[in-house]
């Protein structure tokens, strides 16, 4: 399954490459980045997604697909965590406004889907 997977990314990647040449100005115009280490940061994240598809196959081959998945949903927490973090120290990149109303809804919504999971969790044993 992993060089099934692999070609997959690989091939979604070189895809992608001629969306970046063809909008290399406005990404330039978005950061002060150069040409490459847009390139290398996005190829980072590339790499890491993968290896995280990887992780979450590997979970499902060998453990209850229902436990697995309800154990990916706390990847919310996460980017809450993050766009909280990112917020505080640099909000000019967010483009959303975070503010009490808007955040008690998303932790709202992250609530629940994590009652469900413990639920799922629970239901598995």
């Given at each position: 399954n ?5 070609w ?6 070189i895809g ?5 040449w063809?909008q290399r ?7 002060r ?11 980072l994240?590339g ?9 979450v196959i590997?979970?499902?081959?060998r453990g ?8 990916l949903s706390?990847q ?10 990112l ?16 955040l008690?809804?998303?932790?709202a ?9 413990c ?7």
């Amino acid at each position: 399954n992993f060089p099934l997977l692999g070609w997959l990314f690989l091939g979604m990647g070189i895809g992608t490459l001629p969306l970046f040449w063809l909008q290399r100005k406005n990404l330039l115009s978005l950061t002060r980045l150069e040409w490459r280490q847009i390139f290398s940061w996005t190829w980072l994240a590339g790499c890491i997604s993968v290896l995280s598809y990887f992780f979450v196959i590997s979970a499902i081959s060998r453990g209850p697909a229902t436990l697995v998945d309800a154990l990916l949903s706390t990847q919310a927490f996460f980017v809450l965590a993050l766009t909280i973090i990112l917020s505080i120290h640099q909000p000019k990149h967010l483009q959303e406004s975070i503010n009490s109303r808007s955040l008690s809804y998303k932790v709202a919504g992250i609530m629940s889907m994590s009652i469900g999971a413990c639920l799922i969790i629970i239901s598995q044993k």
